[in-house]
Nanobody, 122 residues
């Protein structure tokens, strides 16, 4: 059974930082691409960041590039999203997801966590 559990969300003021973590029970975690997506109220779920199985390749949405950093620890089966210089428009539910191959769209990811709320106040 695949399980992805996010943690670390919360309320922060604009300009602040948060670190999201995702613990995975995916048996093939070491070979999986891991991604972070987010969904604001009334909007579609959108890509934020992805990291390859080795950690050697990362990719970010333009909206978060330079402010967010994705990382992974294959030994611990965790993936993290360090979010700095947060803006009110970053407010959303953030989801961790895994994919068998490299991808940056919702449709390319097979398993999803339940999400964690991030709220950035102005």
């Amino acid at each position: 059974q695949v399980q992805l559990v996010e943690s670390g969300g919360g309320l922060v003021q604009a300009g602040g930082s948060l670190r999201l973590s995702c613990a995975a029970s995916v048996r093939t975690f070491r070979s999986a691409t891991m991604g972070w997506f987010r969904q604001a109220p009334g909007k579609e779920r959108e890509f934020a960041a992805a990291i390859s199985w080795s950690g050697g390749r990362t990719y970010y949405a333009d909206s978060v590039k330079g402010r967010f950093t994705i990382s992974r620890d294959n030994a611990k089966k965790t993936v993290a999203l360090q979010m700095n210089s947060l803006k009110p428009e970053d407010t959303a539910v953030y989801y961790c997801a895994s994919a068998r191959n490299w991808g940056t769209t919702v449709y390319e990811y097979d398993y999803w966590g339940q999400g964690t709320q991030v709220t950035v106040s102005s």
